[in-house]
């Protein structure tokens, strides 16, 4: 197993498999966790994204930040399938949420927020390493996205991942965007750059 797509294909499927108490109890853990760090971080604007696919639940967080003060803001993709770059959209409990070409929920462009506005942008992944690469669903949104945030912009990229999701290399190439940290129901990992 020594290719991305080999990786991606078995955690994803993993991923798949776990139980509602595996899912339920992950995403408590993730919360406290994230709660022993928070101090850590500004949180004025947070970019989440709602779950799909047996990803690790962000709702507890997304209602931890909405009733702390934060804006949360959720991913919302073009409708030209030749652009692949992320607007952020806000999200409040009352947002109504459409289902987008991929079947993700997603609220409508009430209010776009600027990348480099935002303080921490929750990243999903199918595998993460050590060094703070990550292996995503393979259509490269992020890290188009996220390709065009300055460089010496302050915005946190975290990702959130199950124990088992972490992997020794996610074999990154040049493209990659790596992230600051990932937050998983065990651990809060720190990458050095």
């Keep these: 197993m020594n290719t991305k797509h080999s990786l991606r294909e078995q955690i994803y499927s993993k991923r798949r498999r776990l139980s ?3 899912r339920l109890d992950s995403e408590t ?4 966790i994230w709660d022993s760090v928070n101090d850590s971080y500004i949180a004025n604007k947070i970019a989440l994204y709602w779950s799909v696919n047996g990803e690790i639940s962000t709702n507890s967080l ?9 804006e949360c803001f959720l991913p919302v993709i073009s409708n030209d399938k030749e652009n692949k770059h992320l ?7 009352e947002s ?7 079947g993700i929920p997603e ?3 009430s209010k776009i927020v600027n990348l480099t506005e935002i303080d921490i942008v929750f990243l999903p992944c199918v595998c993460f390493d050590s060094r703070g690469n990550r292996i995503g669903m393979g259509s490269g949104f992020y890290d188009k996205t996220l390709s065009k945030l300055p460089e010496k912009n302050n915005t946190q990229l975290i990702m959130l991942a199950y124990n088992f999701q972490e992997v020794e290399s996610c074999f990154p190439e040049m493209h990659d965007i790596k992230a600051n940290a990932c937050l998983t129901p065990n651990h809060f990992y720190k990458f050095k750059d």
Excluded: A, C, D, V
């Design 20 to 22: 509602k108490k595996e």
């Design 29 to 32: 853990s993730i919360l406290r």
């Design 62 to 70: 997304i209602s931890y930040f909405i009733k702390n003060g934060s």
């Design 87 to 93: 607007e952020f959209s806000l999200y409040e409990k």
């Design 96 to 102: 109504h949420l459409i289902k987008n070409r991929f």
């Design 107 to 109: 609220p409508s462009k």
